[in-house]
């Protein structure tokens, strides 16, 4: 309650901050120092929880338990190295950097009630507090008439499904009387009301929507595509993590006794996002369209973590948020370096710029999977739990297939970067506060592939 509290303090101390400093990079330093306070916040409530204890909050609308307060730790460390990577693009997008910032803090209120959440309207809450600042941020370049077309797809696609999402609560709350979900009556039934199964294929279409699970993909690649590069990488890594995050608590908390009833739809939707995900995602030539596309591939691997409803498959989840956020982020920090974004884009890259070659190799690895890094560590968690849950194998083996297929167009920006004659042309000079952001993302990748437990703490 702390972070939730201290997160929508402090975006509206950086909304005011942005009004009344000028300076660009002055507005880039108070964010930053906002962000390692809300940071020690989560962690001075990390510090004074007690293992293995849960508390709840208004009337048990909202539980604060050990897991909750360690994702939001690490979604707030995970914003922190976001800003310090791409702070510098961030200021370049318009003129009132101030609030751009400000709606990342909103959009951490929203993951914090996400993560807590007991009651169905903190649910649709939390949902809309990360929903409605990305809808702005896609649209603030205003010089490009893409950011805006972009900005009014994720606003249509996003209203239609938060329709969806009210009429699943509403046909819930029909059919029990009761928003809270650790008591819906349905849980000791033998057969399901009619109403609380379409309820439920109604949230589960939602919550697809929301991290772009397939066939409900298909606003993400114009939408990333068309938003500002440094917008996009928080869209396209903590703001899913969120989403998953109560997609997984909801369907864990309220519907695991039922889990014979939706969990073969969810497994046909994981194994259709892989599908469309990864195939579609060969045939791009532009590295971040490419990107775009590998999110709704990496959203079909942490589908796993719903599908399998077992403690392992929470384990999954934090690792796999982590580990695929840090890659990403690294990344569009490394695509942001450079003026083209295509796959030519990258050509001669290690010849120019070795390190920065080098470090976008473990990206590119763990985004892949490969053993070593963090990628490889967070599929396996995720097969893991699948194979634990008796009849997924199925699944099991066509995302290892997918994943193979994953190794074709990840493995395309190596060949640019260091078989490709070419000279590649960057925005800029790489500072050495740069290069070092980078080499630290890459440790963390390889820290995270080496000892994934560092993210695991007793009690999780």
């Given at each position: ?63 604060i338990s050990p897991f909750s307060i360690w994702f939001n730790t690490l979604m707030t460390a995970a914003t922190l ?93 029909g059919a029990t009387g009761e928003f809270n979900v650790s008591k819906f009556s349905f849980m000791q039934m033998e ?157 001669g890259l290690a010849k120019k710029e070795p390190l920065l070659a080098f470090v976008t190799t473990i990206f590119v ?96």
């Open positions: 309650m702390k972070a939730i509290i201290a997160a929508t303090i402090l975006g509206i101390i950086m909304m005011y901050a942005g009004f009344v400093v000028k300076e660009k990079k002055s507005v880039l330093s108070i964010a930053i120092l906002l962000f390692v306070l809300l940071l020690g916040v989560n962690v001075w409530e990390l510090g004074t929880a007690e293992w293995g204890v849960s508390k709840s909050l208004f009337n048990f609308q909202i539980i190295l976001y800003v310090l990577l791409m702070g510098n693009d961030i200021i370049k997008v318009g003129k009132h950097v101030g609030e751009y910032f400000a709606l990342f803090f909103f959009i951490l209120v929203g993951t914090f009630m996400l993560s807590s959440f007991n009651n169905m309207l903190i649910m649709f809450l939390g949902i809309e507090i990360i929903s409605i600042p990305q809808y702005i941020l896609a649209g603030s370049d205003k010089r490009n008439l893409k950011s805006s077309e972009a900005s009014l797809k994720y606003f249509l696609m996003g209203a239609f499904s938060t329709g969806i999402l009210l009429m699943g609560i509403t046909l819930i709350y057969h399901l009301n009619p109403l609380v199964l379409t309820g439920i294929l109604f949230l589960m279409i939602s919550f697809a929507f929301k991290v772009s699970a397939a066939p409900m993909h298909f606003w993400t690649p114009d939408v990333y595509d068309g938003s500002p590069t440094p917008f996009t990488a928080f869209m396209a890594t903590i703001g899913k993590a969120a989403a998953f995050v109560g997609f997984i608590r909801l369907f864990h908390t309220s519907f695991a006794s039922v889990s014979g009833s939706w969990t073969m739809v969810l497994a046909i939707i994981t194994a259709a996002t892989l599908f469309v995900g990864n195939i579609t995602a060969v045939f791009q030539q532009s590295v971040k369209r490419m990107l775009a596309y590998s999110s709704i591939a990496q959203a079909g691997f942490m589908l796993f973590s719903v599908v399998s409803v077992s403690a392992l498959a929470w384990q999954g989840l934090i690792v796999y948020a982590v580990a695929y956020t840090v890659a990403t982020l690294g990344m569009f920090a490394v695509l942001l370096k450079l003026k083209d974004y295509t796959f030519d884009g990258f050509n690895f763990s985004l892949a999977g490969i053993p070593l890094t963090a990628g490889f560590m967070a599929k396996f968690m995720m097969l893991q739990a699948a194979m634990s849950q008796g009849n997924l194998m199925w699944l099991v083996i066509f995302a290892l297939l997918m994943a193979a297929i994953s190794a074709y167009y990840y493995f395309r920006v190596i060949i640019a970067m260091y078989f490709k004659t070419g000279e590649a042309e960057l925005n800029a000079e790489v500072s050495g506060t740069d290069k070092f952001l980078l080499v630290l993302t890459a440790l963390i990748v390889i820290a995270i592939g080496i000892a994934p437990q560092i993210l695991l703490p007793a009690g999780i």
